[in-house]
């Protein structure tokens, strides 16, 4: 996660802010550790930051962020 957050621009704190403060989220399915995988999405100025993560009582397992225009 870590790699493709780099190579997309990402830092770490603003995927862990969209999955804290979103704007919209979704369900998407039940995830590989339990939980429900989800999608985050919130708008930084022009551009739309959308994170997948799967959530289970008090954790969170990033899977992957990226920027939609």
């Given at each position: ?5 780099a190579e997309?621009?990402i830092?770490?704190e ?29 708008c930084?100025?022009?551009r739309t930051?959308t994170?997948i993560?799967?959530l ?6 990033l899977?992957?962020?990226y920027?939609?225009?």
């Amino acid at each position: 996660m870590a790699l493709r957050l780099a190579e997309r621009g990402i830092p770490l704190e603003y995927a862990k802010n969209v999955v804290h403060y979103a704007t919209d989220e979704k369900k998407l399915q039940r995830g590989t550790h339990g939980g429900a995988l989800m999608r985050f999405t919130k708008c930084e100025g022009n551009r739309t930051l959308t994170v997948i993560a799967e959530l289970k009582q008090n954790d969170c397992w990033l899977a992957t962020a990226y920027y939609e225009d």
